[in-house]
């Protein structure tokens, strides 16, 4: 068929205006949608970078680079008590956020609902406790809480002594050596929370103080932390990249990652399979009587997702609460001695270092509130979604679909909520009569290091326990000394993936004169 040249020319003239039009329209979407996002949108009035606010970059890079907690801090050290972030994202350092973001409500179905692109179902697909939406969570919840009581706390506490003892041995080992050398304490935190965490959780410890060495479960489990925020930056800057992510990640990994979930699912179904362990107190056998009593059960599925996520939410934020508070008494001599003082005069033998003996001493709990202030276990904000009809937050009216949270770390460290933020003064957490000092500001409705309302943490009176058996233990029986090559690990240059990204802490260990594990 022959065409005119004309025709030709004038068809190709008209689908080049189309291609331009179109281009020209797109260009003035996105100028509309910028106009939009920094002066009419109602978060417009809100002060914060407006880098953040028309690209995600800077948000996807400090994630990608575990530096998005100090990325925040400084944010709010510029514009104040509340940064937007995002288009449509809030952090707040104001204490009352806490009570009118995380607090109650009156039910799961008016509480914040937590925001859902920053939490991610277990491998099996199905949620845990910390990812399950508001209603199926309240379940979860009540079906775990027996295992956490006082009474169950009690029966676990020789649990806890046994794992406590065998960590003394095991450094009285290294510091009795012919050429003792530094030991890496964080190393030694974590391998004790993590066996009392697989005693308690899964029926048999993971046997890291035994053999000093961590267990693959938990090698496999900090290098998922560091790709889920690779996954999690890729999905900040494109949204629809989320479902393709699976098929992203190298089939060796993804292979990893299986086994260590179906290690999970075998402790979990052998568990179950020996039902309620008369003697024992621990979770399983406590979920089990409860649902003798109550006739409700979880889904299997949900099931091995609650208690894949159990052992790093209470082993590794128990180790870092540890690892960070002994990081600091040894930059602040002053108060090691006078931590000493009290631990060394306060028990006579190792023996009388309990639960009930340690939350009778003041310093302790004012040294470890302190270590918790500065080196905050879970430092990262876990953003919430107003509900449906906004709420009031911090005095001022929030549309709903709004993401709103806590920067744990920016909010500990602001010189708005506590007076010289970076230094580690225990006593602030004392009164006069007990040898405190009054500074100014001074916010404890701040300091939420288990986070607050419906969904703070379960954990929290076991985590006391833990770190006052093993920092009083430690005190007790050794005199220390920082090691680390010079200039010397900060706890503020460590990077965080979902858990911070510890480095060595290297302390020589001398047993006191005498003193035998
Ligand atoms: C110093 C020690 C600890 C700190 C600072 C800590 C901190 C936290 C924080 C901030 C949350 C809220 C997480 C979120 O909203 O996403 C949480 C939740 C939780 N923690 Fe802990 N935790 C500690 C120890 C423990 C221990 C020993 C356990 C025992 C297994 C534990 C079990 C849990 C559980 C089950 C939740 C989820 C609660 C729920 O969603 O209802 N934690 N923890």
Redesign the pocket.
């Known amino acids: 068929m022959y065409l005119n040249p004309w025709v030709l020319e004038a068809g190709v003239a008209f689908r080049s205006a189309q291609l331009s039009i179109r281009n020209i329209l797109l260009v003035l979407r996105y100028v509309v949608s910028i106009i939009h996002v920094l002066y009419f949108h109602p978060l417009a009035h809100y002060p914060g970078p407006k880098s953040w606010l028309l690209t995600r970059l800077p948000f996807a890079r400090g994630l990608r680079h575990g530096t998005l907690i100090h990325r925040l801090r400084a944010l709010h050290d510029t514009y104040g008590p509340v940064v937007r972030y995002g288009a449509n994202e809030l952090s707040f350092t104001d204490p009352q956020a806490w009570k009118d973001i995380?607090g109650f409500h009156g039910g799961p179905d008016r509480n914040f609902e937590?925001d859902p692109r920053f939490?991610q179902a277990a491998p099996n697909g199905a949620p845990s406790?910390?990812s399950?939406a508001n209603d199926a969570?309240v379940s979860?919840?009540r079906l775990?809480a027996p295992a956490?009581s006082d009474s169950a706390l009690k029966a676990q506490e020789h649990i806890l002594h046994d794992y406590v003892a065998l960590l003394m041995a095991k450094l009285h080992a290294l510091a009795a050596a012919s050429d003792p050398q530094p030991v890496n304490l964080a190393n030694y935190f974590q391998f004790t929370?993590f066996d009392i965490?697989g005693d308690?959780?899964y029926g048999q410890s993971f046997g890291c103080l035994d053999r000093e060495e961590y267990h693959v479960w938990l090698k496999v489990m900090t290098a998922f932390f560091k790709r889920l925020i690779i996954g999690a930056s890729l999905v900040a800057l494109a949204p629809w990249i989320r479902r393709w992510l699976p098929y992203l990640v190298p089939k060796k990994y993804q292979e990893q990652t299986r086994q260590r979930f179906a290690f999970t699912v075998e402790r979990v179904g052998q568990q179950l399979a020996q039902g309620e362990t008369p003697g024992r107190s621990d979770?399983m056998t406590h979920m089990v009587r409860t649902v003798g009593k109550t006739g409700f059960a979880l889904q299997r599925p949900e099931l091995d997702a609650?208690f894949d996520?159990?052992?790093s939410?209470?082993?590794e934020?128990?180790a870092?609460?540890l690892t960070g508070t002994v990081e600091y008494l040894l930059r602040n001599p002053a108060a090691l001695r006078r931590l000493q003082g009290e631990i060394r005069a306060g028990f006579k033998s190792p023996a009388a270092i309990t639960v009930a003996s340690t939350a009778s001493l003041p310093y302790l709990a004012a040294v470890l509130n302190e270590g918790?202030r500065l080196c905050?276990?879970?430092p990262s904000m876990?953003p919430r979604v107003v509900p449906e009809g906004g709420a009031v937050v911090c005095g001022k009216w929030l549309p709903a679909g709004t993401s709103v949270g806590i920067p744990?770390w920016s909010t500990f460290r602001s010189a708005a909520n506590f007076a010289q933020p970076d230094a580690f003064i225990p006593e602030r957490w004392l009164e006069a009569s007990q040898g405190g000092v009054e500074l100014q500001p001074h916010e404890p409705r701040a300091f939420?290091?288990?986070?607050f309302g419906?969904?703070?943490?379960?954990?929290?009176a076991?985590?006391?326990a833990?770190?006052r058996l093993i920092l009083a233990s430690l005190v007790w029986h050794f005199d220390m000394e920082d090691c680390s090559p010079p200039p010397g690990k900060t706890w503020e240059a460590q990077k965080v993936f979902v858990m911070w990204g510890l480095e060595p802490m290297m302390v020589q260990l001398r047993a006191r004169h005498g003193v035998k594990s």
Do not use: K
């Open positions: 995380y937590r939490y406790i910390l399950a969570h979860v919840r775990l956490f929370t965490a308690l959780m979770f609650t996520v159990l052992a939410a209470g082993a934020t128990t870092t609460a918790m905050p276990p879970a876990r744990l939420m290091p288990f986070s419906p969904r703070d943490c379960l954990g929290r076991l985590g006391w833990e770190m």
